[in-house]
């Protein structure tokens, strides 16, 4: 056979060779490897290979290389980016039911996060992603955030007046922050230790395995357990990737995704105790002993502004309601 033919018999055999809507699922995260959110995507996309017999599987673009959360919402919703795991805030914005989880002082403990999250209200606020062009797979934990700073440390509101916070780009925590006296900086996640070590900003705020991994924690030395707020992390996909998909491979990628909830869960909590005794060993002065009332009652003002129309109020009244 001349060349030509046996090129083209090899390239039709090739091709027989790879089933049909065989995917390699592009999925980004802002954090390296070992953080818990990359490793349950990557969880997740064993699970996918394994139930479709190795058909789909899933690439995990981890460290922001596929860029900032807010970039990577965007190339979500366009079909760019297949699997994005951000935190709910960057998608106040977007999809506005997301604001109520951001809300702060909402969830009472882990324990009503997880119920509010695993029932019929997440389930609710999953739905909400499909008229923006994503669909919400699944959520994953991403504890209480505190407040930490670079000067000195803070014990009631009066210690934040004018102080530069950086907050995630979501209006609702730049809101929260002004009700405190400071100075709200949005920023993405990737400037924010420049901007500690620089003066840019005067302090941020996140959970405890955020402030250690990334090293917050070496300029900003003073962590005040504030635990304003426990908006959780999200795996969405892009819509226009998940309509191209036959029901039993969406069937298989909602699955995967919900069963990879336990296995977050646990890394996370063990992630948690790590974050914190690194971060108590190396010094860090711990603010827990202050009074939160003034705190909490800054933040009332703030959620009535965020609660902006019905459907928003009777999450919030189902989510005070669960117990
Ligand atoms: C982390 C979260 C990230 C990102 C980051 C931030 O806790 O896991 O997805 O939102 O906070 O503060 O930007």
Excluded: C
């Excluded at 977007?94 to 909402?106: R, S």
């Excluded at 119920?115 to 209480?144: E, Q, T």
């Excluded at 950086?166 to 990737?190: F, K, N």
């Amino acid at each position: 056979m001349p060349l030509i033919g046996t090129i083209v018999v090899m390239l039709a055999v090739a091709l027989l060779a790879v089933p049909a809507h065989a995917k390699v699922f592009r999925a980004a995260d802002t954090h390296p490897p070992d953080y818990p959110t990359v490793q349950a995507v990557e969880y997740m996309g064993k699970l996918i290979a394994e139930r479709s017999g190795g058909r789909h599987s899933v690439r995990m673009y981890h460290s922001r290389q596929l860029g900032e959360e807010k970039e990577t919402v965007s190339q979500t919703r366009a079909g760019g980016i297949d699997i994005d795991r951000v935190n709910l805030a960057p998608l106040n914005d977007i999809v506005p039911l997301t604001i109520v989880p951001t809300l702060p002082f909402l969830f009472r403990s882990v324990d009503h996060l997880h119920k509010v999250l695993d029932g019929p209200v997440g389930d609710d606020i999953l739905a909400a992603f499909a008229a923006h062009g994503f669909v919400g797979l699944a959520f994953y934990d991403s504890g209480a955030r505190s407040l930490y700073t670079v000067k000195s440390p803070v014990r009631s509101p009066a210690d934040m007046t004018g102080l530069r916070i950086r907050v995630q780009q979501s209006e609702i925590l730049a809101a929260l922050m002004r009700a405190l006296g400071a100075e709200p900086t949005p920023m993405p996640y990737g400037e924010v230790l420049t901007a500690l070590k620089t003066g840019v900003i005067d302090g941020a705020e996140n959970n405890w395995p955020s402030y250690e991994q990334s090293n917050h924690y070496l300029p900003a030395r003073y962590l005040t357990l504030t635990e304003h707020g426990m908006a959780p992390e999200v795996v969405i996909m892009s819509k226009v990737v998940w309509d191209a998909l036959p029901p039993e491979d969406q069937a298989l990628v909602r699955e995967a995704a919900r069963d990879s909830v336990p296995y977050m869960r646990a890394l996370w909590r063990e992630r948690e105790r790590k974050a914190e005794a690194a971060v108590r060993a190396s010094g860090v002065v711990v603010t827990a002993d202050f009074d939160k009332a003034p705190f909490i009652a800054a933040a009332a003002a703030v959620r009535q502004n965020f609660i902006r129309d019905p459907a928003m109020r009777d999450l919030v009244t189902r989510i005070d309601a669960l117990h």
